[in-house]
């Protein structure tokens, strides 16, 4: 359980952490350059890998659904959103998906959804709101569930491939999709130095190893649980922008991330509190499986 919550709360903080690295890439065509950080992405996990498992036919749907969905779908439809609305709005609308994923998961509890709501509520007040026109609204929701999709997704296919399966397999994925349709659309460009710095480090750091250690946490805490995490991404961001001098710390950004650490808390008590006394919890999975491997076979570990 402890191990769950520490991958999924360092997959949050890297991602959120990451945003000031994304905005190098502003101008670069958005199709081609995301094919080629998971191509690289991709790379890296097949050395971690070594054994990379074949999907099934019933494996390509949802990996297709990731794809589509939770990787080039999401970080378009981001960067469309903050044309039509202030980032402070996305990330609030954003906020949201740690409640869908408490109320879709298929083991519900009541603490996860409860929690789910405080990090909601945190993540509004650390944003500061903002306003949207045209557009703005409907682009952010979609991001919304772009980011709730990137991990339904992925959990029932999860015990199958095993959590480097599926990161490597979305990444292949993407990295083909994205340069097949980033030739008609936006066209090839030779990064800068920039560029190039930012396209390794979002594709080593946010996209091998955060995706890995998500999905692992999604694995061991179900979707439900893992999904309040989520809410740690906009704390990463506020600590790194106060870091590099780009923002200060306020009284309410303070107020915001210490609700968010309090829904957090909220959600993850209960199930901590059960692992420790050795009860059933639909979240874990037992010591000796191999997720790496995707030879888990206990279902109710990751349906959410």
């Keep these: 359980m402890k191990l769950g919550v520490a991958a999924g709360a360092t997959a949050a903080m890297i991602v959120g952490a990451s945003v000031p690295v994304t905005g190098m890439l ?20 097949l050395l971690v890998a070594r054994r990379l498992p074949m999907p099934s036919w019933r494996d390509i749907p ?10 080039l ?18 990330a609030a609308v954003m906020g949201a998906s740690p409640i869908a994923l408490a109320l879709l998961a298929r083991n519900r509890s ?8 405080v990090v909601a509520a945190g993540v509004v007040v650390l944003s500061g709101g903002g306003a ?23 959990v029932g296919v999860v ?3 095993g959590v480097l399966g599926v990161a490597t397999w979305t990444c292949l994925l993407a990295a083909v999709i994205g340069g097949v349709l980033g030739t008609f659309v936006g066209g090839w460009q030779v990064p800068d130095a920039r560029q190039t710095f930012a396209l390794v480090t979002l594709a080593v750091l946010v996209t091998a190893l955060a995706f890995g250690l998500w999905y692992f946490a999604v ?37 915001g991330a210490t609700t968010v650490a309090l829904g957090c808390g909220i959600a993850l008590w209960q199930g901590t509190q059960k692992a420790t006394h050795h ?26």
């Design 26 to 45: 502003e101008g670069y065509p958005v199709l081609t350059g995301q094919a080629m950080r998971y191509l690289l992405g991709a790379a890296v996990l």
């Design 62 to 71: 949802p990996l297709l659904g990731v794809v589509a969905s939770g990787m």
């Design 73 to 90: 779908g999401f970080n378009a439809l981001l960067i469309a959103a903050q044309q039509y609305a202030e980032p402070g709005f996305v």
């Design 110 to 117: 009541l603490a996860a959804v409860v929690g789910a709501v």
């Design 132 to 154: 949207w026109h045209g557009p703005g609204l409907v682009l952010a929701l979609l991001t919304m569930v772009g980011e709730v999709c990137f991990t339904l997704f992925a």
């Design 159 to 161: 015990r199958r491939l």
């Design 219 to 255: 694995n061991r805490l179900g979707s439900g649980r893992a999904g309040v995490l989520i809410g740690l991404m906009p704390v990463s961001g506020l600590v790194t922008s106060v870091a590099l001098g780009a923002q200060e710390l306020t009284l309410v950004s303070v107020v």
């Design 279 to 304: 009860t059933h919890d639909a979240g874990r999975v037992p010591p000796k499986s191999t997720i790496a491997s995707g030879s888990d076979s206990q279902p109710e570990a990751v349906v959410p």
